[in-house]
């Protein structure tokens, strides 16, 4: 079996605009940094999900009887895809644009704003524990692919999709380091800003 290369993921996992995020100019807006963590960091995620589940169910279905990893490999992957799925619409649906409306109050471009610990102390909390148990999830993948490495004599397919594997590991650490290094303390010291100013 063989899998063509996916260049629409494969392309945009050198890390080049991960890397970026992580040097974000103190300048720019969080609004920036959020559209920026959309564009590329989730961007990537969700074109990159459904092809390695593509390619591990194709591998479980026809080499999972001589490697039983594959199918484990596959169940861990799938419960990891629904767990990113549902993170980022929470991110992008209520983290993000309450950054945005804090910016806009702190610069004087909205009206008064009830900046309760529900308002992002909390969501940011619950944010910061699914990254942990994503990056645990991360943890068993790698340690099930023995470090992404395929077996001796496994097909170009197996070390393709390991090889994808790996990258996926290495960017999402990376959108996990960003927001938990920069966005989020950043965001709550502007929280703490509105708050005195409520």
Same mark, same amino acid.
Do not use: W
């Given at each position: 079996?063989?899998?063509?290369?996916?260049?629409?993921?494969?392309?945009?996992?050198?890390?080049?605009?991960?890397?970026?995020?992580?040097?974000?100019?103190?300048?720019?807006?969080?609004?920036?940094?959020?559209?920026?963590?959309?564009?590329?960091?989730?961007?990537y995620l969700k074109k990159a999900l459904p092809v390695l589940l593509s390619h591990l169910q194709s591998l479980?279905?026809?080499?999972?009887?001589?490697?039983?990893?594959?199918?484990?490999?596959?169940?861990?992957?799938?419960?990891?895809?629904?767990?990113?799925e549902m993170h980022i619409q929470k991110e992008e649906l209520i983290i993000f644009p309450r950054i945005k409306?804090?910016?806009?109050?702190?610069?004087?471009?909205?009206?008064?704003?009830?900046?309760?610990?529900?308002?992002?102390?909390?969501?940011?909390?619950?944010?910061?524990?699914? %990254?942990?148990?994503? $990056?645990?999830?991360?943890?068993?993948? /790698?340690? #099930?692919?023995?470090?992404?490495?395929?077996?001796?004599? @496994?097909?170009?397919?197996?070390?393709?999709?390991?090889?994808?594997?790996?990258?996926?590991?290495?960017?999402?650490?990376? %959108?996990?380091?960003? $927001?938990?290094?920069?966005?989020?303390? /950043?965001? #709550?010291?502007?929280?703490?800003?509105?708050?005195?100013? @409520?």
């Amino acid at each position: 079996m063989t899998v063509s290369k996916n260049t629409s993921v494969e392309d945009k996992t050198t890390g080049d605009a991960f890397a970026a995020s992580l040097h974000h100019n103190n300048t720019h807006s969080l609004t920036a940094l959020t559209i920026d963590i959309s564009n590329t960091n989730h961007e990537y995620l969700k074109k990159a999900l459904p092809v390695l589940l593509s390619h591990l169910q194709s591998l479980a279905a026809t080499q999972g009887d001589q490697n039983p990893v594959l199918r484990q490999l596959l169940a861990r992957f799938t419960t990891l895809k629904e767990d990113i799925e549902m993170h980022i619409q929470k991110e992008e649906l209520i983290i993000f644009p309450r950054i945005k409306e804090m910016e806009k109050f702190y610069t004087g471009q909205s009206g008064r704003v009830v900046f309760s610990a529900t308002f992002l102390e909390a969501p940011t909390t619950l944010m910061e524990q699914e %990254h942990h148990q994503i $990056e645990k999830s991360l943890a068993v993948i /790698k340690e #099930l692919s023995n470090q992404y490495t395929a077996p001796p004599g @496994a097909c170009t397919s197996f070390e393709h999709t390991f090889s994808l594997l790996h990258t996926f590991e290495k960017n999402l650490l990376r %959108h996990i380091e960003v $927001e938990n290094k920069i966005l989020f303390p /950043k965001a #709550l010291v502007l929280f703490k800003k509105c708050q005195a100013m @409520a």
